[in-house]
């Protein structure tokens, strides 16, 4: 048993380098974990490779690749075409293959250390992470000396969030956080309908529910993920070939209702008795908030976001080729579709977008059993850049190591 702990704890530790990268104090700043772990995925092929007599790459993973270059290649021609020297994107297929060869790695361990690497199990490691980022970002916002620590050994660009006041875990802030926590949640939502282990159904519930809240206020992005999750259950269930009612949903149903009411009556004590936590979770729920206050759910964030935040350009060459300019919030906006399009053009947008069609394709063509699953990725991509310019590439670098044949019983 405590063998068993030990192992799952080093798995839990890796996998959150590789999903929420940092950069150590003992190292330099442009060293970071998903670096490393990329460095160990190459030797951990090379490894598999000799054991087979041969190295295989999924064919899916190649055409990705090519994707990747040829958007990395416009971008290039973009910045170069405009005179401008930021990298953002040019050097993406960089990104690609630091992602590819570390999801690499946390297969390899994964698989190594659990005998198995399918999507039940990867699931519940990536949860196990996420609950780890919330706890740890609840203790290093309540104990100055684990903060102290934590601060002293990891570079993440705290001073910042000081400043702004806000939760942050290791490696695990702002909209990057609430992306992965996003995808998480869809992936909660997927187990909790295909688990029928009633352990590990509250599990994942009360980690849905933690994720969520904690989530949401180290960042309100997570508030996609967690619709998207319990949207998920929602239509599996209603499409379930059982009825719409049945003995197993009655169970699930109590199940999750009875935790929901615990988590709110838990929220309530904490938000009448500690002052901290009542300033955190108006952050979390601003709009749900303002509109048991006002009668209109509304937030800071989103009506700077309406208003200002749509920003596009003004002349036709721009919308063709941007302006090769991304980093240092040039354009005073965070919205993913304009930030693309200011820096690369309707091209590279398109190109992008392109990109990651097809790694949800790609997905829904290996594993046809996890259709739902797999067009609720790909909305996600393009509802996230509503909200910030960043991608869900991650997931898919693990999911593109899938073994086919581990998966052909899993039902969506």
Known sequence: ?????????????????????????????????KMILAGFGIVAFLYDGIGKKTLSVPHPLLYAGFLAFIFSLWCFFCIAENGTDDMSYANYWVSFFTWVLGGYAVFFLIRTMTGKFDLKTLTLYLTLVCVAQCILAECIDS?????????????????????????YGIGASLDPAGVRFS?????????????????LTIFYIISFFMVTIIGSIIARTTWIGAIMGFGY???????????????????????????????????VFLYRSNLVFRSNLR?????????????????????????????????TRSWIIGKGLFDNFVFNTDIGYCRFTLYCGLIGLGLFSLFFLYNGYSFIHRFPQFILLGLLL?????????????DIFFIYALLFWLPEEECTSSTT
């Open 1 to 33: 048993m405590l063998k068993k702990i030990l192992i799952s704890t080093i798995v839990v530790i890796l996998t959150s380098f590789y999903l929420f990268p940092v950069s150590f104090s003992f190292l330099p700043e442009a060293v970071n974990s």
């Open 183 to 199: 995808v998480v949640l869809l992936l909660i939502g997927y187990q909790l309908v295909s688990e029928d282990r009633m352990g």
């Open 378 to 390: 790909i909305v996600l991509t393009f509802a996230i850049w509503v909200k910030v310019a960043t």
């Open 143 to 167: 104990f100055p000396g684990f903060q102290r620590m934590v601060d002293s050994y990891i570079v993440q660009g705290q001073d910042f969030y000081h400043e702004i006041k806000r939760l």
């Open 283 to 315: 952050f979390g729920f601003e709009g749900f908030f303002n509109w048991a206050e006002t009668g209109v759910f509304r937030t800071d964030s989103m009506d700077k976001l309406n208003r200002v935040m749509w920003v596009w350009p003004t002349d």
């Open 233 to 267: 259950v929602l239509i599996e269930n209603l499409r379930t070939k059982q009825g719409l009612i049945n003995s197993n949903q009655v169970k699930f149903w109590a199940i999750f209702g009875g935790l929901a009411l615990l988590t709110v009556f838990i929220c």
